[in-house]
């Protein structure tokens, strides 16, 4: 009997762990863009921080200068400072097998997107007529704004670089265009189809509400946003685009803070959920701590 009630007292304590571990992990993460990163033997502590690519301002501040200042490095979700950048993405920008965005819609659809191109990037569809047509949406980006476009991972790169700090990728270009290719030529020319019909109003609406959430440092709203987006290509492709690629990065954000002290930063949408990268490194036994 005494050994009975033993086991269910060691079962109780087991099973009361196991619910606050479940709580604790399942808690909402506090609106912040940056993120201390200890523990785990660690010498020095690293920083993650949450971007966005097109902004009207960013949110750098003196908390973000001050973990620069305690960091060594910066590593980006990829090396924009790598000089074959360029000739890599012009090598893979191009669709396979003869395959043309006029061949994937109709003669008017054709018409529409040609004037929608002309309009907002000044190329016609003859001439963009191979790209993968989700490289044509970074193209009218800034179109989406209504202010100059600053990219928050070139502002940290520019940081970097005054405090002559080198400059690394969590990834290649290849790995990004490897998932984006994941996703169909078909869902692909559908938003572009989507965006030339409205003349980008669906995208200029997701985007101002992107920035208002963006500068409140809600980062479970961004990721919210990010799957429940009016965009294929984000909201049926987020284990893709988002989960593969936040645990493909754990292994070598554990292998980087155990060298030196270093400045992560990601886009916002990855830092948030069960399986964004705060959380994925807290399983692992790091200390992931906001910083307000």
């Known amino acids: 009997m005494i050994k009975i009630i033993v086991n269910l007292v060691k079962f109780s304590v087991l099973f009361a762990i196991m619910v606050v571990s479940y709580i604790a992990n399942a808690q909402k993460l506090e609106n912040t863009l940056l993120w201390k990163i200890s523990g785990n033997g660690i010498e020095k502590p690293s920083y993650l921080y949450g971007t966005m ?9 003196e908390a973000v ?6 960091t060594s490095q910066l590593y980006l979700e990829i090396d924009m400072d790598d000089p074959s950048l ?7 920008i191009m669709m396979k097998d003869g395959v043309t ?4 819609v109709t003669e008017e659809e054709s018409k529409q997107i040609d004037q929608f191109l002309k309009d907002n990037i000044g190329f016609s569809l003859k ?4 790209f993968k047509p989700f490289t044509l949406s970074s193209m009218y980006l800034p179109k989406l704004l209504d202010c100059p476009m600053i990219a928050v991972d070139a502002e940290l790169m520019k940081i970097s670089k005054e405090q002559n700090e ?3 990728g969590l990834e290649t270009i290849e790995d990004q265009f490897n998932v984006f290719d994941k996703i169909p030529y078909k869902v692909q020319v559908e938003e572009l189809v989507k965006a030339s019909k409205n003349n980008l109003a669906s995208d200029k609406e997701e985007m101002v509400k992107m920035l208002a959430i963006y500068k409140s440092e809600n980062i479970e709203e961004m990721l919210t946003l990010s799957k429940d987006s009016n965009n294929k290509m984000f909201s049926e492709y987020t284990d893709d685009l988002l989960n593969k690629r936040n645990k493909n990065w754990i292994p070598i954000i554990e292998k980087v803070v155990k060298l030196k002290p ?14 964004g990268v705060i959380k994925l490194l807290r399983k692992k036994g790091y200390k992931v701590e906001a910083v307000k």
């Open 53 to 61: 690519h097109a902004v009207c301002e960013t949110n750098i501040d």
């Open 65 to 70: 200068l001050s973990a620069f200042d305690k």
């Open 86 to 92: 360029q000739a890599t993405m012009m090598s893979k």
């Open 101 to 104: 965005i006029s061949s994937l």
């Open 127 to 130: 001439m963009m007529d191979n």
């Open 166 to 168: 080198e400059v690394y």
């Open 262 to 275: 270093t400045f992560f930063a990601v886009g916002a949408a990855h830092l948030a959920g069960e399986e």
